[in-house]
Nanobody, 123 residues
Framework: QVQLVESGGGLVQAGDSLRLSCAAS????????MAWFRQAPGKEREFVIT????????YYADSVKGRFTISRDNAKNTVYLQMNSLNPEDTAVYYC????????????????WGQGTQVTVSS
């Protein structure tokens, strides 16, 4: 079993940056594909970004390309989501997810989920 705990959410203004963190435990971190998903009010949860086990490959949703980056520190069992140039459309609950598979860009590919952290971007 894998436990995921997100942190770093909050209220920011349009154009600001924010970094989310997700700490993992319960399994060898370097064996996990890590990703971020988000769910905006009234919408379904959607894929944001994912990184391979050793960090060599990343897939992005078109909506965040050029603004969001993912990184991982396998020594700290932590994955990060750096979000730049935030806009109100980025307002959502952001979820960290872990998969035993690669590649993995759909929700059903992910076996473990965090509880989510709220990101609100004001205009």
């Amino acid at each position: 079993q894998v436990q995921l705990v997100e942190s770093g959410g909050g209220l920011v203004q349009a154009g600001d940056s924010l970094r989310l963190s997700c700490a993992a435990s319960g399994r060898t971190f370097s064996s996990l594909t890590m990703a971020w998903f988000r769910q905006a009010p009234g919408k379904e949860r959607e894929f944001v970004i994912t990184m391979s086990r050793v960090g060599s490959t990343t897939y992005y949703a078109d909506s965040v390309k050029g603004r969001f980056t993912i990184s991982r520190d396998n020594a700290k069992n932590t994955v990060y989501l750096q979000m730049n140039s935030l806009n109100p459309e980025d307002t959502a609950v952001y979820y960290c997810a872990a998969s035993l598979n690669w590649p993995a860009v759909t929700q059903d590919s992910y076996h473990y989920w965090g509880q989510g952290t709220q990101v609100t971007v004001s205009s």
